[in-house]
């Protein structure tokens, strides 16, 4: 009887710690500033309220470690007249790793103040786009516009010494016109041993590995698509199931027409929402963490748009135009853009 008693108490305990959620409602912020002239910023590592890392248009992987007082930063060249052009950046726990757009494509592992190339790949069609780990730190993934009749995904299972590049045959057909985005290294997330990447322009799809990138499925979405700059930008996994994309047409930033969507059963289905209102175009979406996916930012060159109920619906919160933005905790999050860095605080 004693330990039933116990057992009843320990339960009634529990259920009573289980609160939902209340999310807030944030109709203003303000974003702290930092001048990176010289470099445009789309792709950030986010450490902790005081740190971030950040790869930049002008071969620059720099960083703060107090709140912006003090940037840093590595210049790279490759044969000392190619400057990088990054648009990705990822870390294994360990080391940095920054990949550049264009022809060829050069893969840098960053590691206390030296760069070394870990991968190079010549093709006029090269270009890629978006670079992520996996939890495991030694998994890692990159994603780039066909130069073939499929997607360019690179991958390395051993922390980001050595890649290679997954052949056609192992990979969905893309489709006519169909392409990546390198706006906010965005456009890829992933969870355990699970990877999305979203596409756009011919169509707008989500590609889905549950096996670090082995076997791949293909899932169609009903974002506005059909054209070079029309598609899914950004797309972010609260967990195995729940999941938000964004977009829309670059070339016409302010049309907020099939431009948002969420799914709730691992990216085989998606929902538009909002359809018709705001938010408008943009390159970047991002749970905040510790707010069991109520709360949702999403940024680009049009501002940034605050949700409180998961995506369903938005407000406009701020006009300062930013590519990408990564949060840390509920309340601080990192931002980047043209020639900046922002710092958001929400207590």
Same mark, same amino acid.
């Given at each position: 009887?004693?330990?039933?008693?116990?057992?009843?108490?320990?339960?009634?305990?529990?259920?009573?710690?289980?609160?939902?959620?209340? $999310?807030?409602?944030?109709?203003?912020?303000?974003?702290?500033?930092?001048?990176?002239?010289?470099?445009?910023?789309?792709?950030?590592?986010?450490?902790?309220?005081?740190?971030?890392?950040?790869?930049?248009?002008?071969?620059?992987?720099?960083?703060?470690?107090?709140?912006?007082?003090?940037?840093?930063?590595?210049?790279?060249?490759?044969?000392?007249?190619?400057?990088?052009?990054?648009?990705?950046?990822?870390?294994?726990?360990?080391?940095?790793?920054?990949?550049?757009?264009?022809?060829?494509?050069?893969?840098?592992?960053?590691?206390?103040?030296?760069?070394?190339?870990?991968?190079?790949?010549?093709?006029?069609?090269?270009?890629?786009?978006?670079?992520?780990?996996?939890?495991?730190?030694?998994?890692?993934?990159?994603?780039?516009?066909?130069?073939?009749?499929?997607?360019?995904?690179?991958?390395?299972?051993?922390?980001?010494?050595?890649?290679?590049?997954? $052949?056609?045959?192992?990979?969905?057909?893309?489709?006519?016109?169909?392409?990546?985005?390198?706006?906010?290294?965005?456009?890829?997330?992933?969870?355990?041993?699970?990877?999305?990447?979203?596409?756009?322009?011919?169509?707008?799809?989500?590609?889905?590995?549950?096996?670090?990138?082995?076997?791949?499925?293909?899932?169609?979405? $009903?974002?506005?698509?059909?054209?070079? $700059?029309?598609?899914?930008?950004?797309?972010?996994?609260?967990?195995?199931?729940?999941?938000?994309?964004?977009?829309?047409?670059?070339?016409?930033?302010?049309?907020?027409?099939?431009?948002?969507?969420?799914?709730?059963?691992?990216?085989?289905?998606?929902?538009?929402?909002?359809?018709?209102?705001?938010?408008?175009?943009?390159?970047?979406?991002?749970?905040?963490?510790?707010?069991?996916?109520?709360?949702?930012?999403?940024?680009?060159?049009?501002?940034?748009?605050?949700?409180?109920?998961?995506?369903?619906?938005?407000?406009?919160?701020?006009?300062?135009?930013?590519?990408?933005?990564?949060?840390?905790?509920?309340?601080?999050?990192?931002?980047?853009?043209?020639?900046?860095?922002?710092?958001?605080?929400?207590?």
């Amino acid at each position: 009887m004693k330990r039933i008693i116990e057992f009843i108490f320990v339960f009634l305990f529990l259920m009573s710690c289980r609160q939902e959620y209340l $999310p807030r409602n944030i109709d203003t912020i303000s974003i702290k500033e930092f001048k990176i002239e010289g470099s445009s910023i789309r792709a950030i590592q986010a450490v902790d309220s005081v740190s971030v890392f950040y790869a930049g248009s002008n071969g620059d992987v720099g960083f703060t470690t107090n709140s912006g007082t003090l940037w840093n930063a590595l210049h790279i060249k490759y044969q000392d007249s190619v400057v990088p052009h990054f648009r990705s950046l990822a870390f294994n726990g360990d080391s940095y790793f920054a990949l550049s757009i264009g022809n060829p494509a050069l893969l840098y592992k960053i590691s206390e103040g030296n760069s070394t190339l870990v991968y190079k790949e010549q093709d006029e069609k090269v270009f890629y786009d978006a670079l992520s780990f996996f939890d495991d730190n030694l998994h890692g993934i990159a994603i780039g516009d066909p130069t073939k009749n499929c997607a360019s995904i690179i991958i390395t299972e051993d922390g980001g010494e050595t890649w290679h590049k997954i $052949p056609c045959d192992n990979l969905p057909k893309i489709e006519k016109d169909e392409a990546f985005f390198a706006a906010s290294n965005t456009n890829i997330a992933t969870i355990g041993s699970t990877v999305w990447i979203a596409s756009g322009g011919g169509k707008a799809r989500v590609l889905k590995s549950t096996n670090y990138g082995k076997s791949w499925q293909i899932f169609e979405t $009903p974002f506005v698509q059909g054209n070079g $700059p029309q598609g899914i930008y950004s797309i972010d996994l609260y967990d195995e199931n729940n999941g938000i994309a964004v977009g829309g047409d670059y070339s016409k930033p302010q049309e907020n027409i099939a431009n948002k969507a969420i799914t709730t059963d691992g990216g085989k289905t998606w929902t538009i929402v909002a359809d018709g209102k705001s938010p408008n175009y943009k390159s970047c979406v991002q749970y905040v963490p510790n707010t069991n996916g109520k709360e949702v930012f999403a940024v680009g060159k049009t501002g940034v748009s605050f949700s409180n109920d998961g995506g369903k619906t938005w407000k406009d919160i701020s006009k300062e135009s930013y590519y990408s933005i990564q949060f840390v905790d509920e309340n601080n999050a990192w931002l980047s853009g043209h020639h900046k860095i922002g710092k958001l605080n929400l207590y």
